[in-house]
């Protein structure tokens, strides 16, 4: 496994991370807990390096979880968590990026981690009642206290950002980013470029649907938040094949799987971005790790760019509510 380094900031990563979500939380019932501390080190064991949580998650059933797995690693590995969501009494997740509420995240997130520092500390989704400054601010503290070493945000906007930036310098940016949602590369890589920031796509597999696993017959478990994504009605999914087609016309050309088409291509946008594919089967874990051999030239990127190019996606990334969420 290959190595990139996040912006300027130094960061040494495996050029694919793994995004440990969906074994606790979103993609239907949480998985056997063992199953799972073994398919987290059978990565580290295959050269992966980062790895992706969250207190929410769960929530912080995760964050434990990836605690557990990465003990016998310290030191080997990089762990980004997330701040500034909770539930409330009602059981939604609402924003909290108070720096009194950061703080005591980030003790909380080093004991369910099993660590002494976090490596990457994001906040989850941007707070409209607390200023990013403030957020950078408190962040700040921390890094100087040796209780975290990398600041970063998640769904920021650019002009969030680059106040945020003004404050503590920020190590990476993740939102999503895929073939089937590439509004980040209008506005938001430019200005990470500009900035010296790594960039972690999450989702870069398009919640599974790029896999070429998922058509419009396809069954979620009741529990599966797909089942609440405009992009995932029946009727979206059946419209949006066509982009699955197209990856695997590449895919069978340069002997590899879609899914793997779709990780080489986000590796060959920039040298700073590392994507984080999610999974809870090794044999997934194999195959996205796979997609780091997978060489596309020049004339292959034309060829995707363009003929996506043409291909509208049916269906919203989100509900109106959680998309009202993100800064971007």
């Not at 509420?101 to 520092?117: G, T, V, Y």
């Not at 080489?264 to 996205?288: C, F, Y």
Request: net charge neutral; proline share 5%.
């Amino acid at each position: 496994m290959g190595k990139r380094t996040l912006g300027k900031s130094g960061l040494e990563v495996s050029a694919i991370g793994l995004g440990c979500m969906g074994m606790s939380y979103g993609y239907g019932p949480a998985r056997d807990k063992q199953e799972m501390i073994s398919l987290i080190r059978s990565a580290v064991e295959r050269g992966v390096t980062f790895f992706d949580t969250a207190q929410i998650y769960g929530p912080f059933t995760n964050e434990e979880l990836v605690g557990q797995a990465l003990v016998p690693f310290r030191g080997q590995v990089v762990i980004g968590t997330k701040f500034g969501l909770k539930i409330d009494p009602s059981g939604q997740q609402v924003a909290d990026s108070r720096p009194e509420h950061i703080k005591q995240s980030a003790e909380d997130s080093l004991k369910r981690l099993k660590i002494d520092c976090i490596d990457l500390f994001y906040q989850h989704r941007v707070d409209p009642n607390v200023p990013i400054e403030d957020v950078a601010g408190a962040v700040k503290d921390l890094i100087r206290e040796g209780k975290v070493k990398h600041f970063g945000l998640s769904e920021a906007g650019v002009r969030t950002i680059r106040r945020a930036h003004a404050v503590q310098p920020i190590t990476a940016v993740q939102s999503e980013y895929s073939l089937w949602w590439r509004r980040p590369g209008e506005e938001l890589l430019p200005a990470l470029e500009e900035l010296g920031i790594g960039f972690v796509p999450f989702s870069p597999l398009g919640k599974g649907f790029l896999t070429g696993k998922i058509d419009e017959n396809t069954k979620f478990d009741s529990s599966d938040f797909r089942n609440i994504v405009p992009r995932f009605t029946a009727e979206a999914r059946k419209a949006n094949l066509i982009l699955v087609e197209l990856l695997r016309k590449i895919a069978e050309r340069k002997k590899a799987t879609p899914a793997q088409i779709a990780l080489a291509w986000l590796l060959a946008q920039e040298p700073w971005i590392v994507p984080i594919p999610g999974t809870r089967k090794s044999e997934r874990l194999e195959e996205n790790i796979g997609a780091v051999a997978v060489e596309l030239t020049s004339a292959d990127l034309r060829e995707i760019d363009d003929a996506a190019s043409k291909i509208a996606i049916q269906g919203a990334r989100y509900p109106e509510a959680l998309e009202k969420r993100t800064g971007l």
